[in-house]
């Protein structure tokens, strides 16, 4: 479930003395091989990437890198391609960290890091005297911690043993804290997750109808998509559990869980079409919008328009919008309540400009061809400066098809 479990081969993590092999990143299938040597202090609890290339261990080694002088446990990721060692067990400006930092997990592609650590000056206003849990991202150099309320409040006690989702998105771990979520009163051992994405926090060591576990829930796992929670229990959290022992328990954190996450709109490009009256033109547009849970997310969208115009109040597939410039937001929301929105602006393109851009692509056709078109140009515009707008859009409709059939003929 964690990333810490995928290796496809051995891993020694730096135990004894030795150079690094310059060859670490093409060892042959079912070697073992030695990732990082530290010289003056052991090294233990490794997880590493989906591809292999980046390990995370935790280590009391010194001189895995410059300036390592806390005298503590750190967290380190080795690149087994560039053969390098980071500390990422720093605060977002790179202080180190004045107590233990241990236990990592990391992201399918290395990129984040959590562990949990005693220190506290990796984030500001770590006042709550407290074992955290920290995420690391080594792209952008930040570190935050993640064992909060989802009101951003401390936690009122200790928090252990992390786990990250595929995407490093969510986060597992276990808690003594009360103040996590709502009506935590049970004084256990709890499982969480929290969505770094939402800032949400959700406790899920909880029996099927919410109600607390009545012991123990600890030593947590979760899936790629963060959707599933496994973790060890000796809480009563299902029908008919009375063997009095510890179970291994798995949460479906969508079906029991609180839906936090809106709708995703994909890229939705600005709408160009051509008016086929004077009421303007119909925009066949059809909001490809998905949700996590809900198949069919409820769609409105608003255009801003004037008195007296021609706009449906409602966007729709096959919705008339005047000539020119129109913005248009639409808004998804699931069963939830939670709502996203996407803009984007449509153009109806009057008959002029369809006219000219006909005439251009005429003048590119052979002579005798281009000779009974362009007649049809000048009909078309002799209409319009009439205001027979009826007739000349009809004639527009008949030259658009046979200039397209003189191109492909």
């Not at 080694?61 to 690149?79: I, Q, Y």
């Not at 650590?117 to 930040?142: K, M, P, Y």
């Amino acid at each position: 479930m964690t990333h810490g479990s995928r290796a496809g081969q051995s891993l020694a993590v730096g135990l004894a003395v030795g150079v690094l092999p310059a060859s670490v990143a093409t060892a042959a299938i079912g070697s073992t091989e030695q990732v990082v040597v530290g010289r003056d202090g052991s090294s233990s609890r490794a997880a590493v990437s989906d591809d292999g290339r980046y390990v995370v261990f935790d280590s009391q080694a010194s001189n895995l890198v410059v300036g390592d002088t806390n005298g503590r446990l750190d967290v380190f990721v080795h690149d087994r391609e560039n053969a390098t060692t980071e500390r990422v067990s720093v605060s977002t400006s790179g202080v180190q960290g004045n107590d233990s930092s241990l236990r990592a997990d990391v992201s399918a592609d290395g990129r984040y890091v959590v562990f949990e650590s005693s220190a506290s000056n990796l984030v500001a206003r770590d006042t709550n005297g407290s074992t955290d849990i920290f995420v690391h991202d080594r792209e952008q150099g930040t570190t935050e911690r993640v064992s909060l309320a989802g009101d951003g409040a401390q936690a009122d006690s200790s928090s252990f043993a992390p786990a990250i989702s595929a995407d490093g998105r969510h986060v597992v771990f276990e808690s003594f804290a009360t103040n996590l979520v709502a009506d935590d009163g049970n004084e256990n051992l709890d499982v969480f997750v929290h969505d770094r994405q939402t800032g949400t926090t959700e406790r899920v060591s909880v029996a099927a109808d919410g109600g607390e576990g009545d012991s123990a829930s600890f030593d947590a796992g979760i899936s790629d998509d963060g959707r599933y929670v496994v973790f060890e229990s000796f809480a009563r959290l299902f029908a008919g559990d009375g063997n009095g022992t510890g179970d291994v328990v798995l949460r479906d954190t969508r079906a029991g869980g609180v839906d936090a996450t809106p709708p995703v709109w994909p890229t939705v490009p600005d709408q160009v079409v051509d008016a086929t009256g004077a009421h303007g033109g119909r925009l066949a547009f059809d909001p490809a919008v998905t949700d996590d849970i809900d198949t069919d997310p409820v769609v409105t969208c608003t255009p801003s328009f004037r008195p007296r115009s021609h706009l449906f109040d409602t966007v729709r597939p096959g919705a008339v919008f005047s000539i020119g410039r129109t913005p248009v937001r639409c808004w998804a929301t699931d069963s939830a309540g939670n709502t996203s929105s996407v803009a984007f602006t449509v153009t109806v393109r009057g008959a002029g400009r369809q006219v000219a851009d006909l005439a251009e692509r005429i003048d590119r056709l052979p002579a005798e061809t281009a000779l009974g078109l362009r007649r049809q140009v000048v009909d078309v515009r002799r209409l319009l400066r009439q205001g027979e707008l009826a007739k000349a859009y009809g004639r527009l409709a008949e030259l658009r098809s046979a200039v397209a059939s003189a191109e492909f003929g």
